[in-house]
């Protein structure tokens, strides 16, 4: 048995496999992702709905963890200009995934949220396989799927959490426009296992994470304690 | 699932109390466990389904290190505590969050492990944060010795006496654990996969049941150690004695933000406690059983009362008003019943009079204890499952929006965030271990990486930054805009079908006392005998007085 004591001034978790598949829980996931979204910028709220889609890609067969890192280090910051059957980024550059399926989901049953019609067009989306959980959610209070295209594919979404299509092709998109719509037939989806994360994305994530954190010190270490001998 | 919530219960006649009496820090930290904790839904859960427990591995040297394996056998699944005992030189103890190295170290398995189970915890139960567990396990936690206490009780034992009562009764542990951790932690299991099973359903039910096989390893060590020592002269723990020794835990500021951070469960803890309390006030009768039974919890309440102790002046003053309100309740008790139409809802009030709030969430303990008929069935209510990023209605008014805010959170627009000592401090996490801490604003560094726990400021900020939106536009269009109110507005919607979600004091004060968030949480634990260490370090007592695993076979105390 090793009592080697760990590093104490070792600060947060460690992966000691990077680079290899490392399996975490659905919830470190979405703790790590929260924190790492915030460490890169992102308002608490925001960073709860990255947490929230990264768990949720995970849980549904796809590296989230790894998406969400490439958007918070690329760091599409714009947020939407909504409007009904449209909706544009507010500044140069592309969409905020984050930000616009948080705003798909806050305006799901409103006018501009509405997929009726022709549809609705969300231009430059930055990482848009992160839409997908909040498309998820909005799906299960319509209570209809939502089928999404964007150059060259197609998705479908489904309430329960089913999704199906061209999902590589999303995951490979950097940036595209989206057209959603309604969908009510059943997706096919073939119950898909929930995926592994990547060491190395790991710690860069745990990186941006450590941004939350604030540098020890003699008198915060001292303030936290028990001010009693814990030898008695 | 289940979010019961108050206003889904039935009315009973005489109503729950207000939010704004009941969430008050003052209050929630005079907090006692009640038949509602966690640790006694537990042990009825094991009684009544006849859970059997035993020991399949003990592997442990005459220095007291190895490993051994506690099952517990249910109707449908069994669990295993895995612990792994060590030998720690003094010097690297420590309760902090900090510490490296521990003198016990477990994990609670699902299901019966193997031997490659074992190598495989054993790998990295000993290292704990440092480690890897899996879905296999449920917890993790570690626990230190009480060094004086263990070497008094090994001596004794060994030499073929009892140990000292005075000395078992002035810690009460032989060991405290330092963190217990669940739900995902490290690789654990996460919850949402177990949540369905009804006995893991409730609060905390894998950490208490860690818990307490724990104390069956700290009794069953220090009697091997004894044995050891003095050979066929070593006595056994008198069960007189063994039933007094519960498992310490020793906690910090890791504690307090957890019920800041999970507004829907705290609401539904404090519900369910409510509505407990609501439905025995409403009670017309007192039957002579009843009376029996809260005459016995009085008894236990004032032998409790006694054999705690603390050297903190907080709570020395604490123990002088729960004493002294003891004293008043057993002397209106000598009238109770008494001819009032509801004579539960006559004590409460009188109480409520007469008595410091140490007193009176003593009452309250006592007043559910004879009426498990009436009130057990609560506990399957004070659980939730919590969406990392519980959805917003986002088609709701500002209007609407706006009004819930001013009647949910009154208490923290009245708060003037100007005056500095009500902006003092401020919580953060540290990089060392991530261990939540809380901060001077004026002298330290470290404010601009504040966390969002200030509820009661954040909310301020929101209800400026929604001055001058118009009444009809949606909650989105202003999410939209304002996406740094977005934490805050989840808040407000989910307190607004959860009266009870938020502590309604400014967490950021000067003159705040964590440690009142913590015993609250520690008496919905089942803890007794807080003890602070500072005002933001305790320690408590688990189990003592329960029964241990391997004596309660089948559902019978033997």
Known sequence: ?232 | MTDTTASQLEAPAIGLRPPETVMRLARMGSAHPTRLSFLRVLLRRMRDEGWRFDRPVWEIDGKGVGRAVYRAVGPVRTYSLVAFAHDLPDAMRSDRVIATAWDATFALFDGTPTAADLDRLQANVPLQEAGRISARELSLSRANRSVRLWAHVVESLAAGRQPDPAEIDAVGYLMRTTAVYGSGKFGAADRRDIAERPELQGPFQAEMLSVWLTRQFTVDIVEHLAAAKGGDQAARLAPEIKRRLGVGNSTGLGMAPFLVRHPLLLNNWMAMREAALARVRALTGVGAQAIERLRHAYAQACENAESWHSDHPIQIAKLRDLRDDLARIGARLQSFPGDAAHPWDALWRWGEETLTLEGQEMLFALLIEPHGDLVDDLAAGMSAEEDPAHPINGAMSVASFRAILAQRYAWALAIDFDRPENAARFWYVSEEKLEPRLGERATEAGAEREQPLCTARLVAELHAALAGWPDQRPLAAFLLAHPEHRYMARRVQIAADHPYAEVQDNLIAADMLPIDLMRCKLAFFGASHFDPRSDKWVRISLFQGAPYPLDMQGGAAQ
């Open chain 1, 1 to 232: 048995m090793t009592l080697e004591p760990n590093d104490p001034t070792a600060s947060g978790p460690s992966f000691p496999d990077a680079g290899a598949a490392v399996v975490l829980s659905r919830n470190e996931i979405e703790s790590l992702c929260a924190k790492a979204a915030r460490g890169a910028g992102i308002s608490w709220g925001d960073a709860e709905e990255a947490g929230f889609a990264a768990g949720w890609l995970h849980a549904h067969g796809l590296d989230g963890s790894s998406v969400l890192l490439t958007h918070l280090e690329t760091g599409a910051a714009n947020r939407p200009i909504v409007g009904q059957g449209h909706w544009r980024p507010a500044g140069a550059g592309p969409l905020c995934p984050i930000a616009t399926g948080a705003t798909l989901s806050d305006y799901c049953t409103l006018p501009e949220g509405a997929l009726g019609g022709g549809g609705l067009t969300v231009e430059a989306v930055a990482s848009p396989v992160l839409l997908l959980p909040f498309l998820s959610r909005n799906a299960t209070r319509l209570g209809h799927g939502i089928a999404v295209s964007f150059p060259g594919g197609a998705v479908i979404v489904e309430g329960a959490g089913a999704i199906a299509g061209d999902l590589g092709l999303l995951v490979a998109q950097g940036t595209a426009t989206l057209l959603m719509k309604p969908c009510t037939s059943a997706a096919a989806a073939p119950h898909r296992a929930p995926a592994g994360c990547v060491g190395t994305v790991l710690a860069r994530l745990n990186r941006l994470a450590m941004q939350t954190t604030v540098p020890p010190s003699d008198r915060s270490r001292g303030d936290a304690g028990s001010g009693t001998d814990d030898n008695d």
